[in-house]
């Protein structure tokens, strides 16, 4: 065996977000690129909420998994980041705007995880509850079995919508290859 050309140890993502890619969220002196307003609010109709947790394989909240949030509805491209690590029920909060239906299908956004003990970030869906028409129409989210598409439609609450995102288990969102 060659001892010159040992592989290394492969390493996971995180959990080293806090200082490096949401610092003001987690009270460091440095510059945020971006945070989890997504956008100026005060000059745009249609601002939403989307709130949620993020589960381990045994339904605990994940404390400092870190979300990116990227729209693209052919009007608006937004991208925003959050930690988990800093509100008291280690929820993951976004302000943007309701995205809009292209060529028919149904307004999505895509949040991509990154979390400890993960080799690779995991992409997912967010539809929203309703748009019942358009979700019924919509050619991606009618590849995903009937019983599973519900853990990507985030369900309309008084004032925001809501999504948990469960890694593992029984309730697992689903994620998408890219």
């Not at 510059?31 to 601002?47: C, P, Y």
């Not at 990116?68 to 988990?84: A, I, K, P």
């Not at 979390?115 to 919509?138: A, K, P, W």
Request: hydrophobic residues 35%.
């Amino acid at each position: 065996m060659d001892t010159n050309m040992l592989q290394t140890p492969s390493q996971t993502v995180g959990p080293y977000f806090a200082y490096g890619l949401t610092p003001k969220q987690y009270c460091y002196d440095f510059i945020n690129l971006v945070d989890n307003r997504i956008v100026n609010l005060g000059k745009l109709s249609d601002i939403i909420t989307i709130k949620g947790k993020i589960f381990d394989g045994e339904n605990n909240p994940i404390p400092d998994a870190m979300i990116e949030l990227w729209q693209n509805d052919g009007v608006n491209q937004f991208f925003g980041r959050f930690g988990t690590g800093t509100d008291a029920e280690n929820q993951f909060i976004f302000e943007t705007i309701k995205p809009k239906s292209v060529d028919g299908h149904a307004p999505y956004v895509t949040l991509i995880i990154f979390m400890r003990g993960q080799l690779i970030h995991s992409y997912t869906r967010v539809y929203f509850s309703d748009e019942e028409v358009l979700n019924e129409q919509d050619s991606v989210l009618n590849t995903i079995d009937s019983e599973r598409r519900n853990t990507i439609i985030a369900q309309k609450k008084e004032g925001f919508y809501e999504l948990d995102i469960h890694m593992q288990g029984e309730k697992e969102t689903v994620f998408f290859a890219i």
